[in-house]
């Protein structure tokens, strides 16, 4: 933070949700964190020089992954929509979903996009869809389906740029 170098071991602090490595006197700005255990050590069998443990990289199982919340690609105008068929005014639901307007103002125009939390209380507030499932791409079945060599271009989902 203060720009010199680092003498001795240096500090993980946490700033306004920043970790970093800091100098003796620039820890006093931050949080001091715990530095992080090392693993545990794991012994070897002594006859074939193997680990001990039945993680062998064949036999395990990969959980599925579950599907992820996304925010849909015209969520300005859908909250836009949705404010004016209740005929609300900004200032209204910035009250309904605790807000501030020019947060309101943002969404609707699309400069920023709301996390998922003020995407749910959108949709409550105004009885509208803003955030949707979206499954996890299998590569292993995107392998097989695909004829000829894999390409970026044969396994990416495009969404339609703004402009």
């Known amino acids: 933070m203060c720009g010199q170098p680092i003498k001795g071991q240096p500090i993980r602090i946490k700033i306004d949700g920043a970790t970093m490595d800091v100098c003796k006197e620039c820890s006093k700005f931050g949080k001091v964190q715990k530095v992080p255990r090392r693993p545990k050590y794991v012994q070897k069998n002594k006859k074939s020089g193997k680990n001990n443990s039945n993680n062998n990289k064949n036999n395990y199982s990969r959980r599925p992954e579950e599907p992820t919340d996304e925010l849909i690609e015209n969520y300005g105008k859908v909250v836009r929509q949705g404010r004016e068929a209740q005929h609300l005014s900004r200032e209204q639901l910035g009250e309904k979903v605790f807000e501030k307007v020019s947060v309101i103002a943002k969404i609707e125009s699309e400069k920023m ?3 998922i939390k003020t995407a749910k209380k959108l949709e409550k507030a105004l009885n509208i869809n ?3 499932k979206v499954e996890p791409l299998d590569l292993e079945t995107m392998k097989n389906i695909s004829s ?3 390409t970026i271009g044969s396994i990416v989902k495009f969404k ?3 402009k």
């Open 130 to 132: 803003l955030i949707e």
């Open 148 to 150: 000829g060599a894999n």
């Open 160 to 162: 339609k740029s703004k």
């Open 113 to 115: 996009e709301p996390d």
